[in-house]
T-cell receptor
Framework: AQSVTQLDSHVSVSEGTPVLLRCNYS??????LFWYVQHPNKGLQLLLK??????LVKGINGFEAEFKKSETSFHLTKPSAHMSDAAEYFCVVSGAGNMLTFGGGTRLMVKP | DTGVSQDPRHKITKRGQNVTFRCDPISEHNRLYWYRQTLGQGPEFLTY????????KSRLLSDRFSAERPKGSFSTLEIQRTEQGDSAMYLCASAGRGTQNTGELFFGEGSRLTVL
């Protein structure tokens, strides 16, 4: 069985400062990991994915995530936050049949 | 718009009533998923279809829940004898053969159920 734990339920940053959203995973095999973003009243959107190629994964809107097997982590980062980044972010692991297991989510707030 | 569409977007019902949600996936996608999301939580898997076959059901899907995808296109999720604990956002997602092993799903905006 696989699972993900998002270490922070809320993160608040100022516009223009770096963003770090933390995620640890548990999987009995080499996992496929994802970050999805959910803006208010919008559908979940894929931000980026790791599928055992490069460990540093680049996504949309300037986000990146690094897969660290030794630390079982897949943290999401962005060098400079923008107001439009305010949303709920989910770390996700994929199992058989593309069934996704979501973390509890991290709400990112961006202050002007 | 050719994304995943769900109907209705909002449903308010009284406890004990039946409700049905519909999902229209992206047209060429053969896989269709239902998830449930309660306030402040991540989505939880309910069930998925490959074409018209229902291949997996979560234990969260009690006997009061039934999902169908009769022609391998749209899907319906019915909840019978609704309870207040059924109040949630019901999300539908689809995936095509090209993303079969990548885990990328395309989500609709969800159907929000409120049971009074």
């Amino acid at each position: 069985a696989q699972s993900v734990t998002q270490l922070d339920s809320h993160v608040s940053v100022s516009e223009g400062t770096p963003v770090l959203l933390r995620c640890n995973y548990s999987s009995s095999y080499s996992p496929s990991l994802f970050w999805y973003v959910q803006h208010p009243n919008k559908g979940l959107q894929l931000l980026l994915k790791y599928t055992s190629a490069a460990t540093l994964v680049k996504g949309i809107n300037g986000f990146e995530a690094e897969f660290k097997k030794s630390e079982t982590s897949f943290h999401l980062t962005k060098p400079s936050a923008h107001m439009s980044d305010a949303a709920e972010y989910f770390c996700v692991v994929s199992g058989a049949g593309n069934m996704l297991t979501f973390g509890g989510g991290t709400r990112l707030m961006v202050k002007p | 718009d050719t994304g995943v569409s769900q109907d209705p977007r909002h449903k308010i019902t009284k406890r004990g009533q039946n409700v049905t949600f519909r999902c229209d996936p992206i047209s060429e996608h053969n896989r269709l998923y239902w998830y449930r999301q309660t306030l402040g939580q991540g989505p939880e898997f309910l069930t998925y279809f490959q074409n018209e076959a229902q291949l997996e059901k979560s234990r969260l899907l009690s006997d009061r829940f039934s999902a169908e995808r009769p022609k391998g296109s749209f899907s319906t999720l019915e909840i019978q004898r609704t309870e207040q604990g059924d109040s949630a956002m019901y999300l539908c997602a689809s995936a095509g053969r090209g993303t079969q092993n990548t885990g990328e799903l395309f989500f609709g905006e969800g159907s929000r159920l409120t049971v009074l």
